[in-house]
T-cell receptor
Framework: EAQVTQNPRYLITVTGKKLTVTCSQN?????MSWYRQDPGLGLRQIYY???????DKGDVPEGYKVSRKEKRNFPLILESPSPNQTSLYFC????????????FGEGSRLTVL | SQQGEEDPQALSIQEGENATMNCSYK?????LQWYRQNSGRGLVHLIL?????REKHSGRLRVTLDTSKKSSSLLITASRAADTASYFC??????????????FGQGTILTVHP
């Protein structure tokens, strides 16, 4: 089944404790992206990747890192999480940038205390 | 204001009525897409309309695009209670340093009453 898988789905952590949210897709998609969703602000793009080893900042990249060492994986790294990074995070992928529909994961709800 | 802003923010209708949501954007686009999100779940792609298209249909969905006004509308005909969800438009930037960015609006919350 074609899917985007995120882990963990739920996480409560404390300020400053590094964490990684994994994202994996099984559709051989070139394009992958991370979004955060906050009430009243919609979805905002954090980082995106056009292909392996190619990543670019989205609209709200501060406090986040990403890597794209393999085509299928695009982890989101919070080196030193802060409470303002409490949010619902979505990973998504598509065949190519601007070429069609995004497939979304089910989301990762992160709380930073 | 942000690229891809939806209007209205919330819409409440009765089953069987039509629902119209609008989206405005600011910069040149390659395409505009509409997504649906059930509460707290991942977004699901509904329809994509390219910048050289004016109208597109998919089942009970009809999307129009007016690039001169930088706006799009999504019409859901004969709505059902199961259509209750948030609907987002997303714009794929046309090029330059923004190529690859897909910007979402804040969404319209649609409630369809049985």
């Amino acid at each position: 089944e074609a899917q985007v898988t995120q882990n963990p789905r739920y996480l409560i952590t404390v300020t400053g404790k590094k964490l990684t949210v994994t994202c994996s897709q099984n559709m051989n998609h070139e394009y992958m992206s991370w979004y955060r969703q906050d009430p009243g602000l919609g979805l905002r793009q954090i980082y995106y990747s056009m292909n392996v080893e190619v990543t670019d900042k989205g609209d709200v990249p501060e406090g986040y890192k990403v890597s794209r060492k393999e085509k299928r994986n695009f982890p989101l790294i919070l080196e030193s999480p802060s409470p303002n990074q409490t949010s619902l995070y979505f990973c998504a992928s598509s065949l190519g940038a601007n070429t069609g529909e995004l497939f979304f994961g089910e989301g990762s709800r992160l709380t930073v205390l | 204001s942000q690229q891809g802003e939806e209007d209205p923010q919330a819409l409440s209708i009765q089953e069987g009525e039509n629902a119209t949501m609008n989206c405005s954007y600011k910069t040149s686009i390659n395409n505009l897409q509409w997504y649906r999100q059930n509460s707290g779940r991942g977004l699901v792609h509904l329809i994509l309309i390219r910048s050289n298209e004016r109208e597109k249909h998919s089942g009970r969905l009809r999307v129009t695009l007016d690039t001169s006004k930088k706006s799009s509308s999504l019409l859901i005909t004969a709505s059902r209670a199961a259509d209750t969800a948030s609907y987002f438009c997303a714009t794929a930037h046309a090029g330059g340093t923004s190529y690859g960015k897909l910007t979402f609006g804040q969404g319209t919350i649609l409630t369809v009453h049985p």
